[in-house]
Protein backbone atom coordinates (compact mmCIF):
# COMPACT_ATOMS: atom_id res chain seq x y z
CA UNK A 1 0.00 0.00 0.00
CA UNK A 2 1.54 3.64 -0.85
CA UNK A 3 1.83 6.00 1.52
CA UNK A 4 -0.69 9.20 1.54
CA UNK A 5 2.23 11.21 0.93
CA UNK A 6 3.55 9.69 -2.17
CA UNK A 7 -0.26 9.30 -3.61
CA UNK A 8 -0.79 13.22 -3.40
CA UNK A 9 2.92 13.54 -5.10
CA UNK A 10 1.34 11.84 -8.05
CA UNK A 11 -1.70 14.19 -8.15
CA UNK A 12 -2.17 17.36 -10.67
CA UNK A 13 -2.38 20.29 -8.46
CA UNK A 14 -5.90 20.51 -9.75
CA UNK A 15 -6.71 17.51 -8.72
CA UNK A 16 -5.08 18.36 -5.44
CA UNK A 17 -7.01 21.31 -5.03
CA UNK A 18 -9.88 18.81 -5.76
CA UNK A 19 -9.21 16.75 -3.36
CA UNK A 20 -8.42 19.31 -0.90
CA UNK A 21 -12.55 21.03 -1.33
CA UNK A 22 -14.14 17.31 -0.95
CA UNK A 23 -11.93 16.56 2.10
CA UNK A 24 -12.83 19.78 4.07
CA UNK A 25 -16.78 19.23 2.47
CA UNK A 26 -16.68 15.32 4.28
CA UNK A 27 -14.89 17.03 7.48
CA UNK A 28 -17.35 19.32 8.00
CA UNK A 29 -20.26 17.05 7.41
CA UNK A 30 -18.72 14.28 9.96
CA UNK A 31 -18.25 16.90 12.40
CA UNK A 32 -22.23 18.06 11.50
CA UNK A 33 -23.29 14.30 11.89
CA UNK A 34 -21.17 13.79 15.04
CA UNK A 35 -22.94 16.75 17.24
CA UNK A 36 -26.25 15.28 16.96
CA UNK A 37 -25.22 11.36 17.32
CA UNK A 38 -22.14 10.31 18.70
CA UNK A 39 -19.35 8.26 15.31
CA UNK A 40 -18.75 4.67 16.16
CA UNK A 41 -15.38 5.63 14.95
CA UNK A 42 -14.23 9.33 15.88
CA UNK A 43 -10.83 8.99 14.34
CA UNK A 44 -12.08 10.00 11.26
CA UNK A 45 -12.23 13.56 12.31
CA UNK A 46 -8.77 13.35 12.74
CA UNK A 47 -7.62 11.09 9.73
CA UNK A 48 -9.64 13.93 7.90
CA UNK A 49 -8.03 16.76 9.39
CA UNK A 50 -4.40 14.71 8.54
CA UNK A 51 -5.25 14.28 5.36
CA UNK A 52 -6.31 18.14 4.40
CA UNK A 53 -3.01 18.84 6.28
CA UNK A 54 -1.23 16.65 3.97
CA UNK A 55 -2.38 17.82 0.63
CA UNK A 56 -1.58 21.55 1.90
CA UNK A 57 1.79 21.02 2.55
CA UNK A 58 2.39 19.35 -1.09
CA UNK A 59 0.60 22.02 -1.94
CA UNK A 60 2.74 24.55 -0.82
CA UNK A 61 5.94 22.47 -1.08
CA UNK A 62 4.99 22.71 -5.11
CA UNK A 63 4.33 26.32 -4.31
CA UNK A 64 8.05 26.78 -3.88
CA UNK A 65 9.20 24.30 -5.51
CA UNK A 66 8.28 26.82 -8.13
CA UNK A 67 9.22 30.10 -6.98
Known amino acids: ?3 KRLEYK ?3 DKDLKERLDAEKTELT ?3 IY ?3 T ?3 NSGS ?3 K ?3 IARI ?3 LRARELKKD
Open 38 to 40: PLD
Open 29 to 31: QIK
Open 49 to 51: RRN
Open 1 to 3: MKS
Open 10 to 12: ELS
Open 56 to 58: QTE
Open 34 to 36: HTT
Open 45 to 47: IRE
